[in-house]
C-alpha cells in the first residue's frame, strides 16, 4: 500500500495564478482532509470529506475548493493564488468519520510559494 | 472556542534528560490524540487517550488525560536524537480536527 500520496511535492506560483494539489489514498478510508501549515503554527483544516460526493468546511476554508468524486482522490483547488496561501498543504485520511477519532494518515506535503 | 493551548513551543534538552509537553483545553475534551512530526515531515499518529484520568505508555513514552477532561501531556524519559521533532496534541470534534501549536524538541548529544 502507498498510504497517502499527494502531488506536487513543490509548487512556485504567481498571484492569480490556480492551481490544483493532488491527494490519493489507498486504504479505503471514507474521510479526507486538507490541512496548511504555517511556520509557528499548528495544522489548520481546511476542507474535509467524510465519503464521495460530500464534502465540507473546516477552520479556514476560504480561497479553497474542494470535490470528493471518487474514495481514493480529494483534490484541493487554489483558484486565484494569494501569498498568503504559501504554505505547507498535507492531505491526510483516516478510516471511519464523525466521533470514531481513528487515526489519522498524512501524505508527505506539498511545499506552495506564491510570489 | 476550538483552541488547544500547547507549551512550550520550544524545548532543548541534553541527551538523556526528560521532556515533557503539556496541552490544556478550556472546553471539556472527549478525546486528544498526539502526533510527531519529524523535521521536513508529515505527522505521524502516537496514541489516543479517550478516558478521563487515562495513562498510556509506549516504550519511553508516557501519555496522561487529566482527571477533568481539560488537558493532557506527553512526557518521555531519558531523551534520545531521535526524539528530535515537533510534538503535537490534536482535539477531535465531530469530523473537525484542532492541532495545538506543537512543541519543538531539541535533542542536543
Known amino acids: 500500500n502507498a498510504g497517502v500520496t499527494q502531488t506536487p511535492k513543490f509548487q512556485v506560483l504567481k498571484t492569480g495564478q490556480s492551481m490544483t494539489l493532488q491527494c490519493a489514498q489507498d486504504?479505503?478510508?471514507?474521510?479526507m482532509s486538507w490541512y496548511r501549515q504555517d511556520p509557528g503554527m499548528g495544522l489548520r483544516l481546511i476542507h474535509y470529506s467524510v465519503g464521495a460526493g460530500i464534502t465540507d468546511q473546516g477552520e479556514v476554508p476560504n480561497g479553497y475548493n474542494v470535490s470528493r468524486s471518487t474514495t481514493e482522490d480529494f483534490p484541493l483547488r487554489l483558484l486565484s493564488a494569494a501569498p498568503s496561501q504559501t504554505s505547507v498543504y498535507f492531505c491526510?485520511?483516516?478510516?471511519?468519520?464523525?466521533?470514531?477519532?481513528?487515526?489519522?494518515?498524512f501524505g508527505p506535503g506539498t511545499r506552495l510559494t506564491v510570489l | 472556542g476550538q483552541q488547544v493551548m500547547q507549551i512550550p513551543q520550544y524545548q532543548h534538552v541534553q541527551e538523556g534528560e526528560d521532556f515533557t509537553t503539556y496541552c490544556n483545553s478550556s472546553?471539556?475534551?472527549?478525546?486528544i490524540q498526539w502526533y510527531k512530526q519529524r523535521p521536513g515531515g508529515h505527522p505521524v499518529f502516537l496514541i489516543q487517550l479517550v478516558k478521563s484520568g487515562e495513562v498510556k505508555k509506549q516504550k519511553r513514552l508516557t501519555f496522561q488525560f487529566g482527571e477533568a477532561k481539560k488537558n493532557s501531556s506527553l512526557h518521555i524519559t531519558a531523551t534520545q536524537t531521535t526524539d528530535v521533532g515537533t510534538y503535537f496534541c490534536?482535539?477531535?470534534?465531530?469530523?473537525?480536527?484542532?492541532f495545538g501549536t506543537g512543541t519543538s524538541l531539541t535533542v542536543i548529544p
Open positions: 491526510a485520511s483516516r478510516s471511519g468519520t464523525g466521533s470514531s477519532y481513528n487515526e489519522q494518515f
Open positions: 490534536v482535539k477531535g470534534s465531530g469530523n473537525q480536527f484542532y
Open positions: 472546553t471539556t475534551l472527549s478525546n
Open positions: 486504504m479505503n478510508h471514507e474521510y
